[in-house]
């Protein structure tokens, strides 16, 4: 219990000061930036409380509000994430959601992006329709959702690749 | 009334979920009126700090650049020193023309943004400053945003690349003046409306601010006339303007105070 803790403490933080300092500041292209923070929504333990993660997930998104200026934008998209998680596990693990077995270093790769991938776009279209605030602009908000969701998907993917850590055999 | 527990218990996370997505909406829509978003800025003492210590690193990075810049504007400002009848540049501000009631304060950007649609910029001046809200920031090269939250020690500014952002100018060659937002398109242009179809507005045109705010002197450098179409109507112009900044390496800021602000407000006020 305490090493989920701490774990979950140091992913928020780490994750937190990468995303402000780094992940805010690539502009490529000129406007495109991932949102790695949503691995820690992503990887938070399954077996934890459902209000636990929706309040944690208020809490890193406003952090971030704060960092970088966006009113309450990436709060509001990260509790709707957290909020819709447990049908986006059931989706892409089946069978294994239901026994509450969920272990992301254990699960196969292909089965991990696709529950990113959901995650990822819905986040990011909520994201940008808040940061846009303005339905005529739907095309603009579309093109950014498609582009940053590629760029986040490539990195959270890449991420939980290096840093999982597999099971001696 | 157990109904109504037994529904709240059942329902637990979905209400949270509904509380915690509408406070996130309440800052959002706070967020984009102008002015308005109290608690949640990055001018406090946390987000300021990081920042500031971020800063430290990353300004090596652009020294050659600024230093550049820098003594570009060494550069314009010795050459008016030793000539005082030289023409002024049209990419230089003349502090001796706006005569006294403005007052310098020079700053330096320690987060830069201009890849959202309402982008604000933190910059290293505060109260400790004098900086006040509504005060303006202007680089060595033209226009920047107007000061909007202030702490001790830092203080946001509302970019020009805000679709909140409104500020008053002009044609620099005639004094028709019209309104700058921004259509969160590309941070080198800016919009320029209300300018009266009567105007002679050619391609390429200097834009300067108006004065007309308490905010900005007169003749700050905002950009050139890039394109111009009439709007539907056909009684007024919609010019795009390429910014003289280059909005996306910015390091050392300029911020006006107007200490001639408050005797400008109450005479409007009494006209009122």
Request: charged share 15%; glycine share 4%; net charge positive.
């Amino acid at each position: 219990m305490t090493n989920i803790l701490s774990v979950n403490t140091v992913r928020f933080v780490v994750l937190l000061l990468l995303q402000v300092l780094i992940f805010s500041n690539i502009n490529f292209l000129g406007y495109i930036n991932p949102h790695v923070y949503i691995l820690f929504i992503l990887l938070f333990p399954v077996k934890n409380n459902r209000m636990t993660i929706i309040f944690l997930s208020f809490l890193i998104g406003l952090s971030i509000d704060m960092f970088l200026d966006t009113g309450g934008i990436n709060a509001g998209a990260s509790v709707l994430i957290a909020y819709i998680r447990p049908a986006a596990l059931k989706f892409s693990f089946g069978a294994l959601y239901d026994h509450q077995s969920i272990n992301f270093n254990t699960t196969e790769l292909g089965q991990n992006i696709t529950y990113i991938s959901i995650l990822t776009v819905i986040h990011h279209f909520t994201y940008f329709t808040l940061e846009t605030f303005n339905f005529s602009k739907i095309l603009l908000i579309l093109q950014n959702t498609l582009y940053s969701s590629i760029f986040t998907i490539l990195l959270c993917v890449l991420i939980t690749i290096i840093f999982s850590r597999k099971k001696k055999k | 009334m157990q109904q109504i527990v037994n529904f709240i218990i059942r329902n637990k996370s979905f209400l949270l979920f509904l509380l915690l997505f509408l406070v996130s909406l309440g800052f959002t829509i706070q967020s984009h009126s102008f002015h308005k978003s109290k608690f949640i800025n990055s001018a406090n003492f946390l987000t300021g700090g990081v920042f500031n210590m971020s800063n430290t690193v990353s300004d090596y990075f652009g020294l050659k650049k600024q230093n550049k810049l820098l003594q570009e504007e060494n550069n314009t400002l010795k050459s008016l020193l030793y000539n005082v009848k030289t023409e002024n540049d049209t990419a230089f501000i003349d502090s001796t023309r706006f005569n006294k009631p403005y007052r310098f304060i020079p700053g330096q950007i320690i987060r830069n943004s201009y890849s959202k649609t309402n982008n604000v910029i933190l910059i290293n001046k505060g109260k400790n400053d004098s900086l006040k809200q509504d005060f303006g920031v202007i680089t060595s090269k033209g226009i920047l945003g107007i000061v909007d939250k202030t702490s001790a020690d830092n203080a946001t500014v509302l970019s020009v690349l805000n679709t909140t952002t409104r500020i008053s100018a002009q044609l620099k060659k005639t004094n028709h003046f019209g309104t700058i937002s921004w259509d969160a398109k590309s941070p080198k242009y800016i919009q320029l409306t209300e300018i009266p179809q009567i105007a002679p507005v050619v391609i390429g045109d200097t834009i300067i601010t108006s004065g007309r705010s308490a905010i900005f002197p007169k003749g700050v450098p905002v950009g050139t006339v890039a394109k111009f179409n009439l709007d539907t109507a056909e009684n007024y112009y919609e010019i795009t303007v390429k910014l003289f900044n280059d909005m996306t390496n910015l390091e050392h800021v300029y911020v006006i105070e107007n200490t001639n602000k408050n005797i400008l407000k109450n005479l409007l006020n009494r006209n009122d």
